[in-house]
């Protein structure tokens, strides 16, 4: 039933791993976004990818490295964790459609990662 | 660039009070979509409502209530008759239609809502 979910919910980490969020979207929508919010809840595009191909890519660090498998999952990449990666980070997908559905996201429950 | 601002930081009120939440947003573009989102204390995104520049008819659901004015782009939300279940962070995001799939939804920094029984 669950349209938008990620794994994990929860990630504690210590500083200088490597950890990875995964999305799964069973909408058939085409675009997929991770967003990250941070402590005081603002929320920032980081990546967007349409059809598994990368479209917005933010001024994020190169240590995040989104990967669409295929047009239902776009996975987060994190290397080298540090102090200030610690947010909420949600994944969404858009449908395909030629009115203002597009633009329409609808965000998975998000993953609270804490570095420590 | 676009931006959206949501000068209410927080709001307090109490039960069965109507209550509105003010969003303001900047853009060039002509085409350009407004939205508004829930963020519940168990921390998910809910979508409410989308709004379509060259709609400015005001929009009714149950209690939620939207006014849009292109002329002081403002795209308020109005709760009727609060309940504590309203409790939550409340966005108002922007989306402008650009070419291709570049889809980027411009977050205001969202107003907390509580409402005391």
């Known amino acids: 039933d669950t349209a938008v979910s990620q794994t994990p919910k929860y990630l504690v980490t210590q500083m200088g791993n490597d950890k990875s969020i995964k999305c799964e979207q069973n909408?058939?929508?085409?675009?997929m976004y991770w967003y990250k919010q941070d402590s005081k809840k603002f929320l920032k595009i980081m990546f967007s990818?349409?059809?598994?191909?990368?479209?917005i890519n933010e001024t994020v660090p190169n240590r995040f490295s989104p990967k669409s498998p295929d047009k239902a999952h776009l996975n987060l990449h994190i290397n080298s964790l540090e102090l200030g990666d610690s947010a909420v980070y949600f994944c969404?997908?858009?449908?395909?459609?030629?009115?203002?559905?597009?633009?329409?996201?609808?965000f998975g429950p998000g993953t609270r990662l804490t570095v420590l | 660039a676009q931006k959206v601002t949501q000068a209410q930081t927080e709001i307090s009120v109490v039960e069965k009070e109507d209550v509105t939440l003010d969003c303001v947003y900047e853009t060039r573009d002509t085409t350009y979509y407004l939205f508004w989102y829930k963020q519940p204390p168990s921390g998910e995104l809910v979508f409410l409502i989308r709004r379509n520049s060259f709609d400015e008819q005001n929009e009714i659901s149950g209690r939620y209530s939207w006014n849009f004015q292109k002329s002081t782009s403002s795209f308020n939300f109005t709760i009727t008759a609060s309940q504590v279940v309203d409790s939550a962070v409340y966005f108002c995001?922007?989306?402008?239609?650009?070419?291709?799939?570049?889809?980027?939804?411009?977050f205001g920094k969202g107003t907390l809502l509580t409402v005391n029984p």
């Open positions: 909408l058939g929508h085409d675009t």
């Open positions: 990818y349409n059809n598994k191909e990368l479209i």
């Open positions: 995001a922007l989306s402008e239609a650009r070419g291709g799939s570049n889809y980027k939804l411009t």
């Open positions: 969404a997908s858009s449908p395909r459609s030629t009115s203002g559905g597009r633009h329409t996201q609808y």
